[in-house]
């Protein structure tokens, strides 16, 4: 090009193989073939060791349908929950230190497990299993949970009273917001605004609410 020198051009042709191979870094693959995917792909579960693992669509449905495979397929749809029963006193009953925590029914432990998010990862929490009797009776839903990939997302925090049906992964997901975005020992307000539009854009994917116990009690 007339007026361009020959050194311009030459930045300007790494620049684009660097902008070039960035994109192709940031690309995606399936774990188990390596076949790129999009960012909006499946997710399989290995409930021994809670392992995900990103997948492409032939490998979600060759892995998760195969006949005693450690895999399991984690499911899409994400329900909030109208009507949820969850007083403060049963709250503390439940032993969570902190005002989040997902619970969700492991196969390999034969039991519901709760957990709950931190700096330092996912926590598991001493689960009074009385307890969690008493809140399943009073709200169905939650013996329908999936095992291994489905899990209640408890959100009380800052005063809010907030219940999701999520697949396991949005779970993780969160864990990660908190590991990313935690400073100090407060969690610092990076943390928190990271919490918050977590939630909103749960929210957002969760259009529809789910009545999950009809007639029930208001919260507390």
């Known amino acids: 090009m007339e007026g361009v020198s020959q050194q311009q ?3 300007w042709v790494a620049s684009l193989q660097r902008f070039l191979g960035a994109k192709k870094a940031a690309a995606e693959h399936c774990d188990l ?5 999009g960012n909006e792909h499946a997710h399989l ?3 021994d060791s809670r392992r995900l693992s990103c997948a492409c669509r032939i490998c979600a449905l060759l892995f998760a349908n195969s006949e005693g495979g450690k895999y399991r397929l984690v499911p899409r749809e994400v329900r909030q929950l109208r009507d949820f ?3 403060d006193a049963r709250w503390d009953a439940l032993l969570i230190p902190i005002n989040m925590a997902f619970f969700f029914r ?3 432990r034969a039991q519901v497990l709760a957990m709950y998010p931190g700096p330092a990862g996912a926590t598991e929490s001493t689960l009074d299993l009385d307890a969690w009797g008493d809140l399943a009776g009073d709200n169905p839903v939650l013996r329908d949970l999936e095992e291994d990939v489905e899990a209640l997302l408890v959100n009380r925090v800052e005063g809010a009273h907030d219940y999701y ?3 396991i992964d949005r779970c993780y997901e969160l864990v990660g917001v908190l590991r990313n975005h935690w400073r100090g020992i407060s969690g610092g307000p990076g943390a928190h605004e990271a919490i918050r539009t977590f939630f909103a854009n749960l929210q957002v994917q969760a259009p529809t609410s789910a009545t999950c116990n009809p007639g029930a009690r208001a919260h507390a």
């Open 9 to 11: 051009a030459t930045n």
């Open 33 to 37: 073939c390596s076949a790129e995917i």
């Open 45 to 47: 579960i290995e409930p």
């Open 85 to 87: 029963n969850l007083s």
């Open 106 to 108: 492991s196969s390999t």
């Open 165 to 167: 049906r999520v697949p």
